[in-house]
């Protein structure tokens, strides 16, 4: 890597940010491309956030990813804020246009793309989504107007409740409620995709899964944005009854697909993003 006073920096800013996964997927994509950008991640407080983002605006810091947890509060301090990401309620990508700072949001065509791009459509299709947190709220933004009908359950009903409410002014077939075995149950005997938004799944709740095995199908398309472990228990169980799976690292991948894209204009290499992130989370140790 040939680093110069002309390098375009870039970088993800959370708490923790130790194992993101976004330098590595970045930095090969900008290898891959030839492009004189540089990918980095910086561990930023609560507390120390605006200042942060003005250090980054003053330092002429080309473009930033924002995670947990800092998506919503990092909306303050942009000039600008994409209409998407502004519903959401959530930004997870900034580009430094000199004198402005831009938001979007890239979670929900991540999550879109991700399905696509593995063959799966969703018109005519019922979605039940697990998680009204941050990520399923934008993957319920992104996908409500495609589906036929979409079930939104969540740990806090009054969440779920909300997002449908505001989601059911474009589109009639949307339902927020509480996550219940019992809702579960019933929702999922109909539906066609079953997406986990929640962090089930994922350390320190890894070999948990809100869906018992039993009721998963064949036919059904399980997702699952967690990705580590890469195989959640929601996957391994999907996988072994031959329902067609999507796991997280799809839509990690391809939400930073669109961030890329933002960031430097050129198409994101999206299969050396995905190598590049499952040799490290191969590597880390982290994928059982
Ligand atoms: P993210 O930005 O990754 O979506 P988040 O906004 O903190 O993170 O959302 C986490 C999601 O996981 C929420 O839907 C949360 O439910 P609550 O809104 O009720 O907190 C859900 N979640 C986390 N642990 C859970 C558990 N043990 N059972 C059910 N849902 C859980």
Redesign the pocket.
């Known amino acids: 890597m040939d680093i110069s006073g002309e390098t375009k920096v870039c970088a993800i800013l959370g708490d923790p940010v130790k194992h993101s996964l976004s330098p590595t997927m970045n930095n090969a994509a900008f290898k891959a491309l030839d492009l004189d950008f540089v990918y980095v991640a910086f561990r930023v407080r609560r507390e120390e956030l605006k200042i942060a983002i003005k250090g980054a605006r003053k330092l002429g810091i080309h473009g930033l990813n924002i995670t947990?947890p800092h998506?919503e509060l990092v909306m303050a301090s942009l000039n600008e804020i994409d209409p998407h990401a502004k519903a959401v309620g959530a930004v997870n990508t900034i580009l430094n246009l000199g004198k402005e700072l831009v938001g979007y949001n890239t979670d929900g065509s991540g999550a879109l793309e991700a399905l696509r791009d593995n063959s799966v459509s969703l018109n005519g299709k019922k979605m039940l989504l697990l998680?009204?947190?941050?990520?399923?709220k934008a993957i319920a933004f992104q996908l409500s107007q495609e589906l036929e009908e979409l079930v939104i359950l969540?740990?806090?009903a009054k969440?779920a409740e909300n997002l449908a409410e505001v989601l059911r002014k474009k589109q009639k077939k949307i339902l927020g409620n509480i996550?219940s075995a019992k809702l579960v149950r019933h929702e999922l005997k109909d539906s066609d995709i079953l997406v986990n938004?929640?962090?089930?799944g994922m350390h320190p709740?890894a070999g948990q899964s809100?869906v018992p095995r039993r009721l998963l199908r064949p036919d059904l398309c399980v997702m699952d944005i967690v990705y580590k472990p890469l195989e959640t228990r929601l996957i391994r169980d999907a996988t072994s009854i031959g329902a067609k799976v999507v796991n997280g690292v799809e839509m990690l991948v391809h939400q930073g697909a669109a961030s890329f894209k933002i960031l430097t204009n050129r198409v994101a290499p999206i299969q050396t993003m995905r190598q590049a992130a499952l040799e490290k989370l191969a590597g880390s140790g982290t994928v059982s």
């Open positions: 947990m998506k998680g009204a947190g941050g990520a399923g969540n740990r806090n969440k996550l938004a929640t962090s089930v709740q809100l």
